[in-house]
């Protein structure tokens, strides 16, 4: 099985930046995809922006060009910076890894976007 641990959420005004840290560990598989999904109170879960262990990335079209996933690979962590941030921006962020059919979820981390 695989843990992971979101951190670095909170409130920010619009047009600032945070960045989120999602820390795994367990057994982790040579081959994975993790990535960041995003839920909006009375809204569906939706997917932010993901990174396969070969370094192949993927970004929601509301996030392009604002929001950067990066990865450590020594420490099993992945990064979400997030730029310029917009009140429409405001959720729970989940780290999410899949390896196959298993798939593991943080508990979230709250971003909160507003003056």
């Known amino acids: 099985q695989v843990q992971l641990v979101e951190s670095g959420g909170g409130l920010v005004q619009p047009g600032g930046s945070l960045r989120l840290s999602c820390a795994a560990s367990?057994?982790?598989?040579?081959?994975?995809?993790m990535g960041w999904h995003r839920q909006a109170p009375g809204k569906q879960r939706e997917s932010v922006a993901s990174?396969?262990?070969?370094?192949?990335?993927v970004y929601g079209d509301s996030v392009k060009g604002r929001f950067t996933i990066s990865r450590d690979n020594a420490k099993n962590t992945v990064y979400l910076q997030m730029n310029n941030l917009k009140p429409e921006d405001t959720a729970l962020y989940y780290c999410k890894y899949t390896y196959a059919r298993y798939q593991s979820w943080g508990q979230g981390t709250q971003v909160t976007v507003s003056s």
């Open positions: 367990g057994s982790i598989a040579n081959f994975y995809v």
């Open positions: 990174i396969t262990s070969s370094g192949i990335i």
